[in-house]
């Protein structure tokens, strides 16, 4: 399989296709392709047996289209516990260098990694690592923006995409922390956190990409 159809499968599965229909829209926009890119690789991929695609609708992983989602997931999000965790590269800088990693080991390497590792369930970002047989641990799906004013919150997770990652890093905000809403500015709609009487202000748009549980 080519590098290029991965992405779209490891795109696929990371924007929910295992379980219901992607846009195409949301597809070109995770890969930085333009619509009628995604839409003739989509239409090849469908005649293939990876997705089934409906109009209007969107498209979704076929049980073969899960499997090899899950796993291209699985050794994207290895690599990077294995990048932070073990050569200290900064969490924002790990992405770029795991989607090569990815696609250039055995599948007996990638267990290897696992064991290596202690078979992580989570990725340095809180994503869920997929297991051999494609089963995932459950991820946190509400985001800062679903929550009130004056609610406990407690970060689990936040999407891997590196400019995002390095504003989330410049706020000095952490996964696994706890903070307060404290407000939510006029016209600019960002959220105010605290934590320990400091106060963090979250763009709107960048609060929509961290994923956080009610405390």
């Not at 899960?66 to 900064?90: C, M, P, S």
């Not at 800088?93 to 080991?105: K, S």
């Not at 016209?187 to 979250?202: D, M, Q, R, S, W």
Request: hydrophobic fraction near 40%.
């Amino acid at each position: 399989m080519s590098v290029n159809r991965e992405d779209y499968l490891k795109v696929i599965f990371e924007l929910g296709g295992a379980k219901q229909s992607v846009s195409n829209k949301a597809i070109s926009e995770a890969l930085g392709l333009s619509p009628a890119s995604v839409t003739e690789m989509i239409s090849k991929m469908a005649k293939d047996n990876m997705v089934t695609y409906t109009p209007y609708r969107g498209t979704k992983l076929s049980e073969e289209g899960i499997l090899q989602g899950a796993n291209l997931v699985r050794r994207h999000r290895l690599w990077e516990v294995f990048l932070y965790d073990k050569l200290n590269y900064t969490w924002e800088n790990v992405h770029d260098e795991a989607e090569m990693l990815e696609h250039n080991a055995s599948d007996f390497f990638v267990e290897k990694l696992a064991d290596f590792l202690g078979n992580p369930e989570f990725c340095p970002h809180g994503g869920a690592i997929p297991t051999v047989d494609g089963e995932m641990a459950e991820e946190v799906e509400t985001i800062l923006v679903d929550f009130e004013i004056g609610d406990d919150i407690r970060i689990q997770r936040v999407t891997d995409e590196k400019e995002f990652l390095m504003y989330f890093d410049q706020l000095g905000l952490k996964i696994g922390k706890k903070y307060t809403i404290a407000g939510v500015e006029a016209f600019t709609n960002n959220v105010i956190l605290t934590k320990k009487g400091n106060e963090i202000v979250v763009n709107r748009e960048a609060a929509q990409h961290i994923y956080v549980e009610k405390e």
